[in-house]
């Protein structure tokens, strides 16, 4: 079965860092991604880790270990706008099919 | 590009209706995908397709039925629309080599 959790909401101030884990078990595994998506709108990509390690992007990093079934998600020096849920999903490597998890509601405070 | 776009935008169906919910991506993607959003939860896949004349179920497809006849396109027909069935509904399309699915506007539909 495919089983994917993240916590359903999280907190945080303006220009802090925020860490949103990700722990997955699947019956396959070709690659973790993980979306944003502002209330009412679609998912949009921000990133794709398919090997262990950090992958870093600007303010956000993500990184994987794939023997723990572990991902986070890392927001650096967090905006207003930053405010929204993070998608974490898993790639079982059928046809590209992508397993979500239940989404993270990220609020930013000032 | 106008990448992939959904019609209708909004959709109330009275109990027993049924529609087509309409995607087309302009991308020349293979792989296209619908997917249902409940309120506060992620999203669940419905069907998928990797190819014109390919369909296969996803992780919830009862109550829906799709075809591909083109690339471009990807319809979702619900027959006897029941209250369950309200939810955003997202199409995406993705390129075998490249894992990224580019996601529709989405359509939000209420069964009463």
């Known amino acids: 079965g495919q089983n994917i959790d993240q916590p359903t909401e999280m907190t945080a101030t303006e220009g802090a860092i925020v860490q949103i884990n990700c722990t997955y078990q699947t019956s396959g595994f070709n690659g973790l991604f993980w979306y944003q998506q502002h209330a009412g709108e679609a998912p949009t990509f921000l990133s794709y880790?398919?090997?262990?390690g950090l992958e870093e992007k600007g303010r956000f990093s993500s990184f994987l270990s794939r023997s723990k079934g572990y991902s986070y998600l890392l927001l650096k020096e967090l905006q207003m706008k930053d405010s929204a849920s993070y998608l974490c999903a898993v790639n079982n490597n059928a046809g590209n099919m992508l397993t979500f998890g239940g989404g993270t509601r990220l609020m930013v405070k000032p | 590009n106008a990448g992939v776009t959904q019609t209708p935008k909004f959709r109330i169906l009275k109990i027993g209706q049924s529609m087509t919910l309409q995607c087309t991506q302009d991308m020349n993607h293979n792989y296209m995908y619908w997917y249902r959003q409940d309120p506060g939860m992620g999203l669940k896949l419905i069907y998928y397709s990797v190819g014109a004349g390919i369909t296969d179920k996803g992780e919830v497809p009862n109550g829906y039925n799709v075809s591909r006849s083109t690339t471009e396109d990807f319809p979702l027909r619900l027959e006897l629309a029941a209250p369950s069935q309200t939810s955003v509904y997202f199409c995406a399309s993705s390129n075998p080599g490249s894992y990224e699915q580019y996601f529709g506007p989405g359509t939000r539909l209420t069964v009463t």
């Open positions: 880790n398919v090997l262990d």
